[in-house]
C-alpha cells in the first residue's frame, strides 16, 4: 500500500491576527490544511480564538480546516465546529472522558475526528482508540503557545504510533504540532508523521506560500527514504 502524500498545514496561531482572511488565503494552492487552534485559558494557559471567528473565516477560504481544540469540555463545543463545516476536529485526550463517542458524534456531524495527545501524556492508552479517529495529533512541545523548540524526544510516540498503525492496516494520519520547521519536518517524517503542523516557519517567512512548498519538499524526501 502506497503511503498518503504528506499534508502540511499551517497554523494561523503565527499569523497576524488582524489580517486573518488574507492570512488564510496566503496559503492557498500551496497548504492541504489551515490549521486552526483554539485555547479557552483552561486547558491550556492562553486564550485563542473560538466559533465565531472559524465560521467566518471558513467563508474566506477554500481551504480545508484543521481544527485543533485545546479546550476543557470538548463534548459541549466540539461538535458545533464540525457544524461550522470544519474538514477536521481534533481534541485532546486529556480533556475527554470519552473520546470514541465524542469522535462518533463527530463524524455523524461530517467532520473527520482527530485525537490528540500532550507532550506528558503516554500514548499507549490510547493506541487500541485510533480506530476510531481519522487523524492523531502528536504534540512535539507541550500545548498552548506557539514558537516553542521541537522536542525530538517525543517522536517516540509518533514512532509507537506509526508501528500501531501500520500493523492494523488503519486509515490515519498521524499529525504533528509543535516546532516544525526545515530543520525538523524531516526528522518528524522519518519517525512515521504523515500530516506537520507549522506556524511560525510559515508565517514568519517572507513568502508563506514558499515556505509551505518548502517543507512539503523536506517531508517527501524523507518518506521517499521510508
Given amino acids: 500500500m502506497n503511503a498518503p502524500a504528506p499534508i502540511v498545514a499551517p497554523s494561523i496561531l503565527a499569523a497576524d491576527f488582524a489580517n486573518l482572511a488574507d492570512e488564510a488565503r496566503a496559503v492557498e494552492g500551496a497548504a492541504d490544511w489551515l490549521h486552526v487552534d483554539v485555547m479557552d485559558n483552561h486547558f491550556v494557559p492562553n486564550l485563542t480564538i473560538g466559533l465565531p471567528v472559524v465560521q467566518s473565516l471558513i467563508a474566506a477560504t477554500s481551504l480545508p480546516f484543521d481544527v485543533h481544540l485545546m479546550i476543557e469540555d470538548p463534548r459541549r463545543w466540539a461538535p458545533g465546529y464540525a457544524d461550522a463545516g470544519a474538514y477536521n476536529v481534533t481534541f485532546h485526550a486529556e480533556a475527554s472522558d470519552n473520546p470514541v463517542a465524542l469522535a462518533r458524534d463527530l463524524r455523524a456531524a461530517g467532520a473527520k475526528a482527530g485525537l490528540a495527545i500532550d507532550r506528558?501524556?503516554?500514548?499507549?492508552?490510547?493506541?487500541?482508540?485510533?480506530?476510531?479517529?481519522?487523524?492523531?495529533?502528536?504534540?512535539?512541545?507541550?500545548?498552548?503557545?506557539?514558537?516553542?523548540?521541537?522536542i525530538p524526544d517525543l517522536l517516540d510516540k509518533v514512532r509507537a504510533a506509526r508501528r500501531h498503525v501500520d500493523a492494523g492496516h488503519l486509515e490515519l494520519r498521524i499529525e504533528v504540532d509543535g516546532g516544525i520547521a526545515a530543520d525538523t519536518i524531516e526528522q518528524a517524517a522519518d519517525a512515521g508523521a504523515d500530516a506537520f503542523v507549522a506556524g511560525t516557519a510559515v508565517y514568519g517567512a517572507d513568502d508563506p506560500a514558499e515556505a509551505v512548498r518548502r517543507l512539503r519538499q523536506l517531508a517527501e524526501r524523507a518518506a521517499a527514504r521510508a
Fill in 120 to 150: 506528558d501524556t503516554p500514548i499507549e492508552p490510547y493506541l487500541e482508540l485510533l480506530p476510531s479517529f481519522d487523524t492523531l495529533l502528536i504534540m512535539t512541545i507541550k500545548a498552548g503557545f506557539g514558537g516553542q523548540r521541537f
